[in-house]
């Protein structure tokens, strides 16, 4: 079945524009509220957001559509995507809400649900919720309308739930750190738990004005990272995104370590101290060859699974793995956490630095990536891929590359585009067989 507001994440596009309205909030709200509203229990729903200036309307308008179906609404104010998540398992509630448009910046915005277990949803209940939102929806009785209430006590749940990811032995005294909350919703809680461990903090992107949010900061854009590490002489520099779900890494040196690094360097950790499960780790399509490889050659595995983290989430859960997450930086590490959790990622590979005495540098360049490279190709309409020149120009691009690379090719969740990305031993080839597939797509188009 064909979808018409749920992506790879949820709801997400231009605020006021399209789908993404109060209106649409609203009719989310009743609907996934009708979905959820089982049992004989006073149903609740848990809603943050992070500081995105179109937030506010938002949570109003879920609040609406919320409260008219009979479900109690309890609103955090910023919060990282995990900390929801986190909530609603830990209050109970039938449903959590997080509004964020992720990385994206300002104008967009996004509604992200979770279930009950803190797991986000599953393509079967995104369809049913679909469903609803076309019908007759019934509306509580006036009797029976919800109630909303803010609680002011979400922020140090969260924060007590991350220093719990890490052993109480570990102190992180004598760590410079700088660390860029991208001026999105984790720009209070962040620093505050690895300021709390003993750490010196310098924090940037910790002053959101309802529109900077990941402008010109965060993961996304790490160069004020960069150049405050090396200003400040710190040991590590930490990049979060806007709601917080992503991580990335400066190291003291000024160079960017991304995701596969990052998931080489937590599996070992964990592998040699006998804690990582599955016998290896749970990555996307999109990682490096030289991760795969570097796992093998320590005799763990590496499992693919569609882009989207919910789809390695599926992927861990099936083989029992505790590690998974995306080259872009979502990390998720199922032993503290249900969904990507940016500062717990962080927290994990600050503990592999004291525990090593190692610095960064040494630490996060576990090994060598092969020459990879990715084209996004944006098309007006109908379906490039179809195509039979198209098809044909991939079919001789895998033969080429048969034994000595990958072609991953995929049109994108949320925008008309399509991703090429190809990688190998050889550069020349690689930029030779996405330059080759494009131009097909294009002329396609």
């Not at 919320?66 to 209050?91: K, Q």
């Not at 996060?364 to 944006?378: A, D, G, I, K, Y």
Request: hydrophobic share 40%; net charge negative.
């Amino acid at each position: 079945m064909a979808r018409k507001f749920f992506g790879t994440d949820g709801i997400r596009g231009r605020t006021n524009a399209g789908h993404m309205t109060a209106a649409t909030a609203m009719r989310v709200g009743q609907a996934a509220g009708r979905h959820f509203n089982r049992g004989d229990h006073r149903h609740r729903v848990v809603i943050g957001k992070d500081t995105r200036l179109s937030g506010y309307m938002m949570e109003s308008a879920l609040v609406a559509g919320f409260t008219s179906v009979g479900m109690d609404v309890i609103m955090t104010g910023p919060l990282p995507t995990p900390a929801i998540a986190m909530l609603t398992r830990e209050m109970r509630a039938d449903l959590g809400v997080m509004i964020s448009a992720s990385h994206n910046l300002f104008e967009d915005n996004g509604i992200k649900l979770f279930g009950p277990d803190g797991f986000k949803l599953s393509d079967a209940d995104e369809l049913e919720i679909e469903a609803l939102m076309e019908d007759d929806l019934d509306l509580a009785s006036s009797a029976d309308i919800g109630r909303a209430r803010r609680i002011e006590d979400a922020r140090g749940r969260y924060l007590h739930a991350v220093k719990q990811s890490l052993s109480d032995a570990v102190r992180l005294d004598g760590l410079k750190i700088v660390i860029d909350c991208a001026h999105g919703a984790a720009y209070q809680v962040a620093p505050a738990a690895i300021w709390e461990l003993g750490a010196d903090i310098v924090p940037i992107g910790v002053s959101p004005d309802g529109l900077n949010i990941n402008s010109g900061c965060g993961s996304t854009s790490v160069n004020a990272l960069r150049i405050k590490v090396i200003e400040e002489q710190a040991d590590i520099g930490i990049a979060l995104d806007g709601d917080a779900d992503r991580l990335i890494i400066v190291d003291e040196q000024g160079q960017v370590v991304d995701g596969d690094q990052i998931m080489a360097l937590i599996a070992t950790h964990l592998h040699e101290r006998g804690q990582l499960k599955g016998g290896g780790i749970v990555a996307t399509v999109m990682s490096n060859l030289g991760l795969e490889r570097y796992l093998n050659g320590r005799g763990l595995t590496l499992e693919r699974a569609k882009v989207g983290d919910r789809y390695v989430l599926d992927r861990m859960q099936a083989g029992g793995f505790n590690v998974g997450g995306e080259q872009s930086g979502h990390m998720i590490l199922l032993d503290h956490a249900t969904t990507g959790d940016g500062t717990v990622a962080a927290l994990q590979v600050l503990a592999a630095m004291v525990s090593s005495g190692r610095r960064a540098s040494e630490l996060l360049h576990q090994f060598e990536p092969v020459p990879q490279l990715l084209r996004n190709v944006r098309f007006s309409g109908g379906k490039p891929l179809e195509a039979e020149r198209v098809r044909k120009a991939i079919a001789e691009a895998e033969a080429e590359l048969a034994g000595r690379g990958r072609l991953v090719i995929r049109p994108s969740g949320t925008e008309p585009v399509i991703r090429v990305m190809a990688e190998g031993d050889d550069e020349r080839q690689v930029e030779s067989v996405v330059a080759r597939i494009c131009d097909e797509v294009q002329a396609a188009a």
